[in-house]
């Protein structure tokens, strides 16, 4: 028997949709509340109906309790692993005291993660996340190497950072430059498509958009003909740009809907928690800073955080603020389907006080050339 959260299935995003399988209703429904704000719910109550279902609609995960009809979630496990369609499933095992004993002799452990009930939101989003994450980068091993070495390289500096801002560190521009040589190249020599197409179904936002928004910045940057350290300065200022977003609490940065008054105003805070931290680097190029300082202003003044306009916005962060919002639009999320290129540009350009025009035009007229609008 299946159960739909209809108020939050979208059939055009089956890659985020997740299966919860447990015999426990209140397990369920916990877990649906947990998760809704992240990805389409099915819940199943018996583990058979849920192996049927999977054979049709991949989901995204699967959590599954230790306690589910008709043999229970190890023996599901099993036979979601040892079929045609289950193998590369990432699951999330949901157990309890009266079964920890047989997680340690769990025949599967190097493809599930386990979680002790009751969960919380943080580990549990961030234990879906990492399973469906490395579902993904396994399917990075096809694509051409300079354009994986840039998929790989710059997702290893974005989780080393994120382990720097728990710690308080300074981040290593050295490292932060040499992620980027492979995505420059890649840009370079046009080869670049494969790898913005790579990170479309990862589970990780915020690199996502990093990379993208490098991607794209780098892109215009070298076909205005910026080179060397400038160019350099656009890649790892488009990757660095948003990084205190890693501060900002899930339930607030994956919201779907507007967000309250307060919940704006923490989202906003990422800018200068991005800043706080990159200061640290004594070595980082005063462009990066400003990419990540002035990236949400607005040549109107009406932007954040200072209101800045006119002559006091920066020409890389203008830059920037335009790869930001045209990523920001086309980027997929649980809650809407992304805008097509060319949508994109209209509503950009239908706010002319917000993004710099000309350069709006430089970079329409890029993405014609690489056949992108």
């Not at 079929?83 to 004993?101: C, F, H, L, Q, W």
């Not at 234990?127 to 190497?145: D, F, H, K, T």
Request: hydrophobic share 40%; net charge negative.
């Amino acid at each position: 028997m299946v159960e739909t959260s209809s108020a939050i299935i979208t059939d055009r995003l089956p890659e985020k949709r997740l299966y919860v399988v447990s015999g426990n209703k209140k397990q369920s429904e916990d877990i649906k509340r947990l998760m809704m704000s992240f990805y389409n719910i099915d819940v199943f109550i018996d583990y058979s109906d849920a192996l049927k279902q999977i054979e049709v609609n991949r989901p995204a995960a699967v959590v599954v309790d230790d306690f589910v009809p008709p043999l229970g979630g190890e023996a599901f496990v099993g036979f979601l692993r040892n079929g045609d369609y289950g193998k590369k499933v990432p699951i999330v095992y949901a157990y309890s005291e009266s079964t920890a004993g047989s997680v340690e002799k769990f025949p599967y452990q190097d493809s599930v993660i386990f979680l002790r009930k009751p969960c919380n939101a943080g580990e549990l989003a961030s234990s879906i996340s990492s399973q469906v994450s490395s579902r993904i980068e396994g399917e990075w091993e096809e694509i051409e190497p300079v354009q994986k070495s840039a998929l790989k390289k710059t997702l290893q500096t974005f989780n080393t950072i994120a382990t720097l801002i728990e710690e308080g560190s300074p981040v290593p521009y050295e490292n932060i430059k040499s992620s980027c040589i492979p995505l420059i190249e890649a840009v370079k020599s046009g080869n670049f498509k494969d790898l913005l197409g790579a990170v479309k179904h990862h589970d990780n936002y915020s690199y996502v958009h990093s990379l993208r928004v490098a991607t794209l910045l780098t892109l215009f940057g070298f076909n205005l003909g910026i080179k060397g350290d400038d160019l350099m300065t656009l890649s790892t200022g488009g990757l660095l740009h948003d990084v205190g977003k890693m501060q900002i609490p899930l339930l607030v940065l994956n919201k779907p809907g507007k967000l309250t008054v307060e919940e704006f105003t923490i989202m906003k805070g990422h800018v200068n928690a991005t800043i706080d931290f990159l200061e640290k680097t004594s070595d980082l190029p005063k462009g990066v800073l400003l990419i990540a300082a002035q990236h949400h202003e607005k040549t109107d003044g009406s932007g954040y955080p200072h209101g800045l306009k006119g002559a006091g916005l920066n020409e890389l962060a203008r830059m920037a603020a335009i790869t930001d919002v045209f990523g920001a639009l086309t980027d997929r999320r649980v809650y809407k389907e992304p805008k097509t290129p060319e949508a994109a540009m209209k509503i950009m350009q239908s706010s002319p006080g917000h993004l710099d025009q000309h350069l709006l035009s430089l970079f329409q007229n890029i993405l014609l050339g690489f056949a992108m609008v």
